[in-house]
């Protein structure tokens, strides 16, 4: 509805109807002129609502003028304006026939959002309807994909009192319905209209057919397709639909069985039908059956054309079958069909031994002109690249040029030794595309040379691919080089070319070159491709320089190019990364003036940003603007929030985050868990983090290593040793392995807790895992202080005197626990 009323602010008539009414019954309008000047009005660019001669011509409207306006009007956008604005135009109203001329536009064009709206503007301005006219709707809702809304649609103009639908509106809502798969409201709608009294036709059961098929509802289909035969209804496309399903359902045989009883009933394939199961048995493996059915169509009298040939002598050769392959090629030459170089790779590619390869191609180049012997030839060219010997191909066109050749090549003499015309665009660009992949960038533009030297002129495709190959090996020069030659032989860049050269310049970070091109671009009427501007804003971000990264998305904006929204959120995030908060903000209010609605990835940088920086109370204002934009906190934005919350001593706020989640079905992880354990042990308040700890694994929340290692760390730094110990445990039993800095606090926290034994119990448990650190470890003078510690009391000294005897402990904190410690 929004879109209709913004339309509508900008169109709204300045003369009331009334003034006209005199008018209008001594002088009636000559329909076709109105017609034609509202056309004009409006197609005219740029398009000025406050034409004046809209205010004449307005108050002269009527329901069969706006349609035939609507007809006449070809783009979908100039005739929504044109319809809004009649919208507007009082006391004239759109009646049903107006709406489904706007609705046929609009579906054709897939304009969905506008669809939308004019269903709600349908249903809102209670337009009554035929059933016919409520079919025609539902028929533009289903083929923009609006299904919920035809099949809503249908129930509220009952309701409302608008149309009573017939058999022939519940036709037209089981069609689109079908398409799009609802099996149940298929059925539904059935039951319903049987219990309305409504009969069923051929109309009726064919879509509820075609949606078993489509579920693979194997019984129900047949029970209908029996229905539809009983009563005399089948016919070739009902007969396709079942036909086709079997296909689909790898029943092939099936379906062969099925097409025999048809045709004893003189139900037969159309060719379109024929051609599509050929297709699908070949695609199953099952080259039989496709052979059968193509006999079938030709006896039919159906013409077979190359995508068949194609297609079958393909499987054939997958299947190794050469004979029967060139049996087919042979028939397509009774059929005066021409092979092109697919078919003729296909059957090149088969032969696995080079002798019958030769003998094959010695035979077809008989009585062959010089032109169908270059076709051969670039057949033979294509299967070398596709097997990957793309050097071989290289060197048989090098020689075919007048290049030497050292072996003794029956293929090569082949081509040598006969008169063949010389090699086309085709042959180079078989040899120069195969080159490019492999990455042989400096033979491929040498073979561009030689074209020029044998006087073959490359096509557009060839530059382009040449250059995309450049610009990928960052040969950013020799691409300009090209560029510059291509357009002397008069070949204008393409779009595809341009942004090639753009997406080098961003990789490489270029700005200035980017944006020179930008302009350029603009003048040809190409669009830069969104990736590359995205890369650019990306590589800048990673290096640091989000300044200049969002001076160059401010620069493409002048240029008349709208970067993406993905764009705009890698420049927030790298802006934030170098604390440039308040540039920032300022970007980020400059996309919204702009109109892009920013989404939820937007505001958890900016978010993140705002916490980072001690600006909570601005973070908590950004999560109520986004939730007042309709959208939804996700779990990483609360998990922010709440890790801001805890480093900033409001505790108690996060914790009433924690709830919100629940409350608005967000599952906290173990993130969020971790952040808050965190955050009550760094409070003093262990108890708590130990009651959140037990939830979090009854809520199903299996904590990591790294929530396993904090939560001992903090338990720990609150004077609970002991249950930090057994989270150790439970982190052991799970086999998880702590870093040395556990072993740290728990061995400090039990010497607090002047628990000696325990504290020597961590000790050797960290030698024996190898985590005693070591001398460049800010813990090692913590572990020394704590084993001199242990030494000097007399329930653990003779303990720590063993690990000095052992050697367990390193030879350097040996000698200066031995000085300490006296021993």
Known sequence: ???????????????????????????????????????????????????????????????????????????????????????????????????????????????????????????????????????FLIRCLGSAGLVVEANLLFDQVQKMGLCMPNSYSYNCLLEVLSKSNYIDLVEMRL??????????????????????CNAAKFDKALDVFNEIHDRGWVDEYVFSILVLAFS????????????????????????????????????????????????????????????????????????????????????????????????????????????????FLKEMHQDMDPKALTLLYNSVLNSLVDNGSVHKAYHLLQTVMGGNYIGDDEIV???????????????????????????????????????????????????????????????????????QEMEESGFEPTSFTN?????????????????????????????????????????????????????????????GFQPDIVAYSACLDGLIKIQKVDPALKLFQYICARG?????????????????????????????????????????????????LCKNDHLEEAMLFLSRMFGKEREPNVITYSTLIDGLCNAGRPDDALVLWNEMGRKGCTPTSVAYMAFIHGLCNCGKPTEALVALREMEEKEMKPDTYVYVALLSAFLVDSNQLLAFEVLEEMVDKGKFPDLHDKNH???????????????????VKNLLTKGSIPTMSLSEIGNEGGF
């Open 499 to 559: 942004n090639c050269i753009f997406g080098c310049l961003c990789r490489r970070e270029d700005i200035s070159g980017a944006l020179h091109l930008l302009k350029k671009m603009r003048v040809h009427g190409h669009m830069p491709w969104i990736k590359h501007s995205t890369s650019m804003v990306k590589e800048l971000c990673k290096h640091g320089k989000a300044v200049e990264a969002s001076k160059f998305l401010e620069d493409m904006a002048e240029e």
């Open 248 to 359: 689909r359902w790898s029943k092939v045989d099936k379906a062969c069985e099925l097409i025999e009883t048809m045709e004893d009933r003189n139900v037969r394939l159309n060719k379109k039908t024929f051609c599509s199961l050929i297709h699908g048995f070949v695609k199953e493996s099952r080259v039989d059956k496709g052979l059968q059915l193509f006999d079938k169509m030709k006896k039919y009298g159906f013409a077979p054309d190359i995508s068949l040939y194609d297609v079958l002598i393909g499987g054939l050769c997958e299947n190794n079958d050469v004979k029967e392959a060139l049996c087919l090629y042979s028939e397509m030459k009774g059929f005066k069909i021409q092979p092109d170089v697919r078919i003729v790779t296909k059957l090149i590619s088969s032969f696995s031994k080079e002798e019958e390869l030769t003998c």
């Open 1 to 135: 509805m929004k879109l209709f009323q913004n339309l509508s602010k900008s169109i709204k008539p300045k003369t009331p109807f009334s003034i006209f009414t005199k008018n209008l019954s001594t002088f009636p309008p000559d329909s076709k002129n109105i017609t034609n000047d509202l056309i004009s009005i409006f197609t005219k660019q740029p398009f000025c609502p406050n034409n004046p001669a809209l205010e004449s011509l307005a108050p002269l409207l009527n329901n069969k003028i706006v349609e035939t306006v609507l007809n006449g009007l070809k783009n979908w956008k100039t005739a929504l304006i044109f319809f809004t604005w009649a919208s507007n135009q009082g006391p004239y109203k759109h009646n049903i026939y107006t709406y489904n001329a706007m609705a046929s536009i609009l579906s054709r064009a897939r304009q969905n959002a506008p669809m939308r709206a004019l269903y709600m503007n349908v249903v809102t301005s209670r337009c009554s309807m035929t059933p016919g006219a409520l079919g």
């Open 596 to 644: 892009y609605c920013p989404d939820v990835v937007a505001y958890n940088i900016l978010i993140k940003g705002l916490c980072k920086a001690q600006r909570i109370a601005e973070a908590q204002k950004l999560l109520h603007e986004m939730e007042g934009k309709g959208l939804v906190p996700s779990v990483v934005t609360y998990n922010t929030l709440i890790d801001g």
């Open 191 to 212: 039951i319903e209209m049987s219990d309305r009294g409504w009969d069923f036709d051929k109309y009726t059961l064919t879509p509820v057919l075609q949606v078993y």
């Open 781 to 799: 003078f913590i572990v020394r202080d704590a084993i001199l510690k242990l030494s000097e009391d007399a329930r653990t000294s003779s303990n």
């Open 413 to 483: 003499k082949l081509f040598t030794d006969n008169e063949m015309d010389p090699p086309n665009i085709t042959t180079f660009s078989i040899v120069i595309n195969g080159l490019i992949k492999t990455g042989d960038l400096d033979l491929a533009v040498g073979l561009l040379r030689d074209m020029a030297r044998i006087g073959c002129k490359p096509d557009l495709h060839l530059y382009n691919n040449l250059i995309d190959g450049l610009c990928t090996s960052n040969r950013l020069q020799e691409s300009f080089g090209l560029l």
